[in-house]
């Protein structure tokens, strides 16, 4: 059974940081492409990173050098550190597993507001 288990959301303060974790489990983790998308209240849910397998990282043009996806492949882990948070940011943030089928975790809210 495949899970994802993302942690690490909450409120914070504009300009704030945050550090999103997710673990899988129940995959080969090494071999998938590892992604964190994001779904604000009345839009489509959008890439924010990726790390593919490979070791080649994709960001949406809006995170761009402020947010870092990695990955830690003996720890099954895949992490998004977020700097310099917008109200734009607010949303819930999934991690997603991409290999020929793609896994999704349960979500975390992540909220920017003073």
């Known amino acids: 059974q495949v899970q994802l288990v993302e942690s690490g959301g909450g409120l914070v303060q504009p300009g704030g940081s945050l550090r999103l974790s997710c673990e899988a489990s129940?995959?080969?983790?090494?071999?998938?492409?590892m992604g964190w998308y994001r779904q604000a209240p009345g839009k489509q849910r959008e890439l924010v990173a990726s790390?593919?397998?490979?070791?080649?990282?994709n960001y949406a043009g809006s995170v761009k050098a402020r947010f870092t996806i990695s990955r830690d492949n003996a720890k099954n882990t895949v992490y998004l550190q977020m700097n310099s948070l917008e109200p734009e940011d607010t949303g819930v943030y999934y991690c997603s597993a991409q290999r020929v089928v793609t896994y999704w975790g349960q979500g975390t809210q992540v909220t920017v507001s003073s």
């Open positions: 129940g995959i080969t983790f090494s071999i998938y492409t």
């Open positions: 790390f593919s397998s490979t070791g080649r990282t």
